[in-house]
């Protein structure tokens, strides 16, 4: 299975591209580093959902 995301930098980036079968393994057959992996990666989305939430406080407050 292919995944697939585009993104724009605005700045200068490095790109790390994972083959998804052997992500997928590893964080099935090694416990440890799969909760290790998947806990960074859902502290990444949910930093980024509150930047965005409070963006979007900071917009709907400048509408009153």
Do not use: H, N, P, W
Not at 21 to 26: D, E, I, V
Request: charged share 25%.
């Amino acid at each position: 299975e292919r995944y697939a995301l585009d993104a724009f930098c605005a700045e200068t980036a490095e790109v790390l591209e994972i083959e998804a079968g052997s992500l997928q393994r590893t964080l099935t057959e090694d416990c440890v580093a799969g909760f290790v992996i998947m806990s960074e990666v859902a502290k990444a989305y949910f930093d980024r959902y509150t930047e965005l939430l409070r963006s979007l406080q900071s917009v709907v407050s400048g509408l009153s």
